[in-house]
């Protein structure tokens, strides 16, 4: 199985200022058409996971602009550009590349300094 | 607005059974793969199984294979999760999700497994 790492785990911001997490696979995510299936989720306190982005750099429909996903092959990053008190919550990667099974990182808690 | 329903939650014991259900609405059901994904209490996510769009191809994470099947009904646009043998550790919030991206989720139902 594919194994997707996350880091920081944990990501306090202060309001206004940028973050980025990173999210690292075991193994390349590019598929033989040529796609990278990477995926990025929001989960706010007790709220369902949200997608926010998909194949590493699609924002949603009614994701804000300043969400933005990046990278390729293994190592892949998704920056705030400025951070929002509404932006709280568990972000995961998860890769949809080989799959079964789809697997996702850890999470990394992102909050409020 | 896509809409995703998920109900049959409940406790049971070790080694019961439990069927989930998840009523779809706001696109063509037929149309799309669909999945179930769960969060135990405090954890992350994890993918547990999902099927393609006419029910011909089903996929499971190692864990529940031989004890959960997942199955769809596009006359009804709903999905379900037969989910026997029950174990502690498959207790969590599980989610149905729209498409091979989960590019929408329900609000989940929460499976608890104890004695």
């Known amino acids: 199985d594919v194994v997707m790492t996350q880091s920081p785990l944990s990501l306090p911001v202060t309001l206004g200022q940028p973050a980025s997490i990173s999210c690292r696979s075991s193994?390349?995510?590019?598929?033989?058409?040529?796609?990278?299936?990477l995926n990025w989720f929001q989960q706010r306190p007790g709220q369902s996971p949200r997608r926010l982005i998909y194949?590493?750099?699609n924002r949603d429909s009614g994701v804000p602009d300043r969400f933005s996903g990046s990278g390729s092959g293994t190592d892949f990053t998704l920056k705030i550009s400025r951070v929002e008190a509404e932006d709280v919550g568990v972000y995961y990667c998860m890769q949809a590349t080989r799959w079964p099974p789809y697997t996702f990182g850890q999470g990394t808690k992102l909050e409020i300094k | 607005e896509v809409q995703l329903v998920e109900s049959g939650g409940g406790l049971v014991q070790p080694g019961g059974s439990l069927r989930l259900s998840c009523a779809a609405s706001?696109?063509?059901?037929?149309?799309?793969?669909m999945s179930w994904v769960r969060q135990a209490p405090g954890k992350g996510l994890e993918w547990v199984a999902n099927i393609n769009e006419d029910g011909s191809e089903k996929y499971y994470v190692d864990s529940v294979k031989g004890r959960f099947t997942i199955s769809r009904d596009n006359a009804k646009n709903s999905l379900y999760l037969q989910m026997n043998s029950l174990r502690a550790e498959d207790t969590a919030v599980y989610y149905c999700s729209k498409g091979g991206w989960l590019d929408h989720w329900g609000q989940g139902t929460l499976v608890t497994v104890s004695s």
């Open positions: 194949k590493v750099s």
């Open positions: 706001g696109f063509t059901f037929t149309t799309y793969r």
């Open positions: 193994q390349s995510l590019v598929y033989s058409d040529g796609n990278t299936y």
